[in-house]
């Protein structure tokens, strides 16, 4: 029984030491500390709520940031992308007209079977393409190319015109026809 009081009172007497030396003077020297801030008129909790509040804000504005970089990122890949489509347009655009410049039909007999090559290719093609490519000829080229065209794939390629440019090819394929 002895030995059980000891080593209570060597319990009690541990507690009671980092009551003493440590505890309490920490609880002073924070008491003081706050009453120095406040003389100085700093408000340690207010500054301490700033403080966390503006670490949050940095969390989410970085996490924003991040975000809105990878959404640019996913854009310029789609830019790219398309970039890389219209340029094999192009090159495919500028091909036709290379071999057309190169091989211009010389009678009026290889001007019908050229024409009816070309509205062959025409009818192949996907409308829009198609659309897209007669767009950079001219009215009167245009016109010839189209009035040999079937009339079904004709009104497909013509819906993928800009209205202007198809009210134009209208016209002219009306005059003509007549």
């Known amino acids: 029984m002895g030995i059980k009081k000891t080593g209570s009172h060597r319990e009690k007497r541990s507690g009671q030491t980092f009551l003493f030396v440590f505890l309490i003077p920490f609880i002073t020297l924070l008491t003081i500390g706050a009453i120095f801030l406040y003389l100085l008129d700093v408000n340690?909790?207010?500054?301490?709520?700033?403080?966390?509040?503006?670490?949050?804000?940095?969390?989410?504005?970085?996490?924003?940031?991040?975000?809105?970089?990878?959404?640019?990122?996913?854009?310029?890949?789609?830019?790219?992308?398309?970039?890389?489509?219209?340029?094999?347009?192009?090159?495919?655009?500028?091909?036709?007209?290379?071999?057309?410049?190169?091989?211009?039909?010389?009678?009026?007999?290889?001007?019908?079977?050229?024409?009816?090559?070309?509205?062959?290719?025409?009818?192949?093609?996907?409308?829009r393409r198609a659309a897209d490519i007669m767009n950079e000829l001219s009215l009167e080229d245009l016109v010839s190319h189209m009035s040999v065209i079937k009339e079904n794939e004709r009104a497909a390629i013509i819906q993928h015109m800009e209205p202007e440019r198809a009210a134009e090819v209208m016209t002219a394929l009306a005059t003509t026809s007549s």
């Open 44 to 127: 340690p909790i207010k500054t301490a709520q700033t403080f966390f509040a503006s670490e949050v804000a940095e969390e989410e504005t970085d996490e924003l940031l991040e975000e809105r970089v990878y959404e640019l990122e996913q854009q310029l890949i789609a830019k790219d992308e398309q970039i890389a489509s219209l340029e094999r347009e192009l090159n495919q655009i500028e091909m036709d007209q290379a071999f057309v410049a190169e091989n211009p039909p010389k009678s009026s007999e290889e001007e019908s079977d050229a024409l009816k090559q070309a509205a062959n290719v025409y009818e192949s093609m996907n409308p």
